[in-house]
């Protein structure tokens, strides 16, 4: 079955630090997206990216943060100067179309740790 | 903005009963509701979704009911199994492509 890969699946890094998180999404998928889960917390979106731009965006997702697809395969979300507060589990997904459905697809996640 | 939420955080079943998981949301413009299950460590999984033009659809063991009047839905589990145990969000798909998420209840399933 096709599914959403993630890299790293533990990142730890000092705050200030940039970081890059990078998914795989599944081939024919054509609509991509971030969320993140703080520890016990709800899954929260953050971004989606859509005909090689970003659609849609949440005030989470502020100046520090940037996704990027820089080839046919990849997606990534980069943070430039990682703080305390994001620590979390960051959750790439996909979806394509296909009679109507918009099922998202997740990855496994990639923790991410700030020191 | 407006939220999806739960009404309970933690749900207790005796293996073999019947599930129920609830969950309200705001948007009466949402036009698409899914049900994930997240298992400790692991990222949300697809379990059932339903649209608006519908008020119930069934899976294998699942049952989704949409109730718009007063914007409920509800995830039913029958036979609930060991494996069942693990974290229900329900997410609900504004007008365009946005998805919220509520904040999750989590099943535990009494072998």
């Known amino acids: 079955e096709p599914e959403v890969t993630q890299t790293p699946s533990h990142q730890v890094t000092q705050m200030g630090q940039e970081v890059i998180l990078r998914c795989v999404p599944i081939?024919?998928?054509?609509?991509f997206y971030w969320y993140r889960q703080i520890l016990g917390q709800k899954v929260e979106f953050l971004v989606s990216f859509y005909n090689n731009e970003i659609s849609e965006k949440s005030e989470i997702f502020d100046d520090q943060f940037s996704v990027e697809r820089p080839d046919g395969s990849n997606f990534t979300l980069k943070i430039r100067s990682t703080k305390l507060e994001d620590s979390a589990m960051y959750f790439c997904a996909s979806s394509g179309r296909s009679s109507g459905a918009n099922v998202l697809t997740f990855g496994a996640g990639s923790r991410l740790t700030v020191l | 903005g407006e939220s999806v939420g739960l009404h309970l955080p933690t749900l207790s079943v005796q293996e073999g009963d019947n599930s129920i998981i609830n969950c309200a949301y705001s948007n009466s413009a949402s036009d698409y509701f899914i049900w994930y299950k997240q298992e400790s460590g692991k990222g949300p999984q697809f379990i059932i979704d339903?649209?608006?033009?519908?008020d119930k659809r069934q899976g294998q063991r699942v049952t989704v009911l949409l109730n718009k009047t007063v914007k409920h839905l509800s995830l039913q589990i029958a036979a609930t199994q060991p494996g069942d145990s693990a974290v229900y969000f329900c997410?609900?798909?504004?007008?365009?492509?946005?998805?919220?998420f509520g904040t999750g209840t989590s099943l535990t399933v009494i072998p």
């Open positions: 997410a609900e798909q504004y007008p365009g492509n946005q998805f919220y």
């Open positions: 339903i649209r608006s033009n519908m």
């Open positions: 081939s024919n998928h054509l609509y």
